[in-house]
């Protein structure tokens, strides 16, 4: 089944204590993206990723880094977490970057930072 | 840049009646435009888009939504609406030049029987 898969679905951490939320795309997509979700606010882009090695800063990168080391995994890094990082975040792709082209969800990964 | 408004923030529908979810659009040239669907505790879920062509666009669960240039609009619509169309909607759009999907703040549609 064609899927982006997201890990962990659900985490509470503190703090200031790295994470990394892993995806995962089956489908041989070159493009990959990072959003979070708030409240009022829609879906803001964090990162995006267009293939292997080549990653740019969306809408709100400030605290996140990624890196696109395969075609398939796109893994988001919180290096020092803060409460303001507590959100509802989603992996993204799309076979090719096109601004016709549909772009698919992952579950979502809610995380809390207290 | 590209934006997108939803105006209505909630949208109440009786069950078997037509339902409309707004939404407006500014960009730089050509709009490409996409409807997403949001269950609870799930991801968003691709429903229809705009490229080109046809203005009436036909998408997945009966839905279809309408271009208007003029009104730099595309609403989302469905005939009848089913209890089980109960979610949150979001309406976005890329230009061209731009990788950047822009998302609206989403409308929660409430459908009841």
């Known amino acids: 089944e064609a899927q982006v898969t997201q890990n962990p679905r659900y985490l509470i951490t503190v703090t200031g204590k790295k994470l990394t939320v892993t995806c995962s795309q089956n489908?041989?997509?070159?493009?990959m993206s990072w959003y979070r979700q708030d409240p009022g606010l829609g879906l803001r882009q964090i990162y995006y990723?267009?293939?292997?090695?080549v990653t740019d800063k969306g809408d709100v990168p400030e605290g996140y880094k990624v890196s696109r080391k395969e075609k398939r995994n796109f893994p988001l890094i919180l290096e020092s977490p803060s409460p303001n990082q507590t959100s509802l975040y989603f992996c993204?792709?799309?076979?090719?970057w096109g601004p016709g082209n549909t772009i698919y969800f992952g579950e979502g990964s809610w995380l809390t930072v207290v | 840049a590209q934006s997108v408004a939803q105006p209505e923030d909630q949208v109440n529908v009786a069950e078997g009646n037509p339902l409309t979810v707004k939404c407006t659009y500014s960009?730089?040239?050509?709009?490409?435009l996409f409807w997403y669907v949001q269950y609870p505790n799930r991801g968003l879920q691709f429903l229809l888009k705009y490229i080109t062509g046809d203005n009436l666009v036909k998408g997945s669960y009966g839905f279809e939504a309408e271009f208007n240039k003029s009104q730099t609009s595309f609403h989302l619509k469905k005939p009848s609406a089913l209890v089980s169309d109960s979610a949150l909607y979001f309406c976005?759009?890329?230009?061209?030049?731009?990788?950047?999907?822009?998302f609206g703040a989403g409308t929660r549609l409430t459908v009841k029987p």
């Open positions: 993204a792709s799309s076979g090719t």
């Open positions: 976005a759009v890329r230009g061209y030049n731009n990788n950047d999907m822009r």
């Open positions: 489908m041989n997509h070159e493009y």
């Open positions: 960009v730089s040239g050509n709009p490409y």
């Open positions: 990723s267009m293939n292997v090695e």
